[in-house]
């Protein structure tokens, strides 16, 4: 039986860029709930200045397939230049 894996991802905009961020990543949302193995992947903290995108997946081997996928290849790309650092992935212990 496989483990449940959970993740929070944090996004801090940059200044003025808070609807961008959000557009790419509602766009990201609607792909990638469609992805095998997703359980939950949904913003569950939203300010202008911090994001919070919760995930949850069925495995380690779902959850890799889905960082190696198009989608987030696209959420990239999507939010290069609007972001304050890099995203901060946390793992649920």
Known sequence: MS?????TATFLPNDGEFHRVRL???IAIEQVVQE???I???IT???EDRMVLTEQWESEELLQ???KGTA???LGES?????????????AA
């Open 72 to 74: 987030v290849q696209d």
């Open 3 to 7: 483990t449940l894996v959970d993740l």
């Open 79 to 91: 939010l290069s230049g609007l972001l304050a650092e890099p995203v901060q992935i946390n793992r």
């Open 45 to 47: 903290e939203a300010s």
């Open 36 to 38: 095998p193995g997703c």
């Open 40 to 42: 939950r992947y949904e």
């Open 24 to 26: 790419a990543l509602d």
């Open 65 to 67: 397939k889905h960082l």
